[in-house]
């Protein structure tokens, strides 16, 4: 590969976080195991490192003009996302990848069956 696939998998995953104001990782990790064939722990770690920069800047900028973005909340976010990375990257290198990859898809499914059910 080239490096075009993934610039092409990250416009796709920045335009639907831009519209659905979810992280990358929702589709970039099921697009790395099963599009790329990636393992469960490279997907994970690769898209972990991708937030590093401030990838979401732009789109953040544009809720932040139209008065959706709460400044106060979000550092508070960051600081509790921060020290709780840590201690998920611990845990999650301890598992198997199947382990892992079942979780990161419960985790999904019941998010999704809550907002598509649930109030």
Not at 15 to 27: C, H, N, W
Not at 51 to 62: S, T
Not at 83 to 96: E, M, S, T
Not at 100 to 112: D, N, V
């Amino acid at each position: 590969m080239h490096g075009f696939e993934f610039i092409l998998l990250g416009l796709a995953v920045g335009v639907l976080s831009g519209l659905m104001g979810v992280g990358g990782a929702v589709f970039i990790v099921p697009a790395l195991v099963y599009i790329f064939g990636w393992q469960q722990h490279m997907a994970q770690g690769t898209t972990l490192a991708m937030l590093i920069p401030p990838i979401g800047i732009l789109a953040a900028w544009r809720y932040y003009q139209a008065g959706h973005v709460d400044l106060r909340v979000a550092g508070l976010l960051c600081v509790g996302f921060f020290v709780g990375g840590y201690f998920g990257g611990v845990f999650a290198n301890q598992l198997p990848g199947e382990t892992l990859r079942k979780i990161f898809g419960g985790a999904l499914l019941l998010i999704s069956l809550k907002m598509i059910i649930g109030k």
